[in-house]
């Protein structure tokens, strides 16, 4: 009932309007957005820009000053009065500290939030998310015995027992190592997926919202600055700052004559640019595609590696490229394999234009 419940009444979480502020400050500005059933969609953002006190405002753990919050079509909080308390909205939660009940086993600790369930039910459910978790061996152990990551899969299989509408993750990740954490990534999307589960996920790793996220809404103090796939966020970033926020960038600047800007590495197409207007280049390092020439540079007329370093699956190249009006430009290039030029290798370039945004002033 809970699915055709989803199904019919639109959204699993809606937040239209949603506001807070603390002792006057606004860090939460007037935000609209929905998850549709079973979708996963990841709160990005710096420190400090609200993503948390708009995971708990879902949650019920903090008021909103103004603005509304649906979960399915029950209204759970509004100004006037209507605030639904966490544990009657229907939600998973698990936080980056995930607080196993120590004196509960790992079984437990799961079948806590089903305790309605006969029991016999409660102990299959339980045991049927821990093994999708990975967690069945451990069924009967209690948590001091666990390592943070083990911990972290019980208290996902805790939040998910009850079937949530929504689960609510807050960086429930950060405290592992990168390893695991690719692994408990991976099992953890499997689980939603499975399950169908519409999740909001707050995180400031950009790689993390890529790998996990069906949308990724990108906020900064307090506001979102882009929504989108992950693939929409990359690819047609809306400024500069969801640029930037996906990795370094190379960043120059440049004068629109035309309807091109030009550069060391050639003719950039600056189509809806005014002609004379100053542009923003920002040029992805794995943009800068490398080729070597003959021999040193000649004259420190022609592009040439400052410095090269391998990175692991790609090399990092540091280069001075030369135009032909005798413009120069440092720059960084992210090449994939071991390419390693010595420091005056004569290079030619070329740019990835998929990888290369320009932005007006
Ligand atoms: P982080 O990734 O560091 O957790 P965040 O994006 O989740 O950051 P929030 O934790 O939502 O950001 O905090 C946003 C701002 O609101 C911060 O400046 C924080 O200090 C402030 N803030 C959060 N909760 C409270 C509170 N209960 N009282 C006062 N200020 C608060």
Known sequence: SDQLENGLSGPSLMLDRVHCQFHGDSVVKDINLHLEAGEVVCLLGPSGCGKTTLLRIAAGLQMPTRGKVFLGSSLVS?????????????VGLAFQESALFPHLTVLENVCFGISSMPKKQQRTRALELLGRLGMADAANVYPHTLSGGQQQRVALARALAPSPRVMLLDEPFSSLDARLRDQIRDDTLHVLKELNTATLLVTHDPEEAMFMADRIALMRDGEIVQTGTPTDLYCNPAEPFVVN????????????????????????????????????????????????????????????????????????????????????????AKVPGVFLPEQGQAVSLELDMSQVFLFGE
């Open 78 to 90: 509004a100004p006037g009065g209507v605030q639904v308390p966490p544990e009657k909205r229907n």
């Open 245 to 332: 926020f996906f990795g370094q960038v190379n960043e120059h600047r440049g004068v629109v004559h035309n309807g091109v800007v030009t550069t060391p590495l050639g003719h950039l197409e600056a189509k809806g640019f005014e002609d004379g207007s100053s542009v923003r280049i920002l040029i992805r390092p794995e943009a800068v595609k490398v080729r070597q020439l003959e021999g040193q540079a000649g004259d420190d007329r022609t592009s040439h590696v400052l410095m090269s370093r391998l990175l692991g699956p790609t090399s990092l190249l540091h280069i001075c490229a030369h135009g032909p009006d005798g413009q120069e430009m440092h720059l960084h």
